[in-house]
């Protein structure tokens, strides 16, 4: 599976950005959106099953962070409001043929996200 990850871009405090990830090439089970900082890991952000939707976020983006799936463009989205400038990172999609492996298979390339304050 191939991803494309876009929409990253510059935002102040308190706005909103919306990331995209087209996945083209075969079939997934799950898709998850990563972030990562310089210096730090990589860090989970929410992932969500491709077929019945089940969605899962990370404390620190719950109430704020939406993930949703468009079947028809083999796309997934996630849509960032109140951005913090602790949100700003490289982010990145990621996906799995199988819930049953541990790690990602797929990788798509970072797309970043500066907030400023």
Not at 17 to 41: H, I, N, V
Not at 79 to 108: F, H, T
């Amino acid at each position: 599976v191939q991803l494309q990850a876009s929409g990253g871009g510059l935002v102040q405090a308190g706005g909103s950005l919306r990331l995209a990830c087209a996945a083209s090439g075969g079939t997934f089970y799950d898709m998850a959106w990563f972030r990562q900082t310089p210096g730090k890991e990589r860090e989970f952000v929410v992932r969500i099953i491709w077929s019945g939707g089940s969605i899962r976020y990370a404390d620190g983006v719950k109430g704020r962070f939406t993930c949703s799936r468009d079947y028809a463009k083999n796309t997934v989205y996630l849509q960032m409001n109140s951005l913090k400038p602790e949100d700003m990172a490289v982010y990145y999609c990621a996906a799995r043929i199988s819930g049953l492996r541990v790690q990602y298979d797929s990788w798509g390339k970072g797309t970043q996200v500066t907030v400023s304050s």
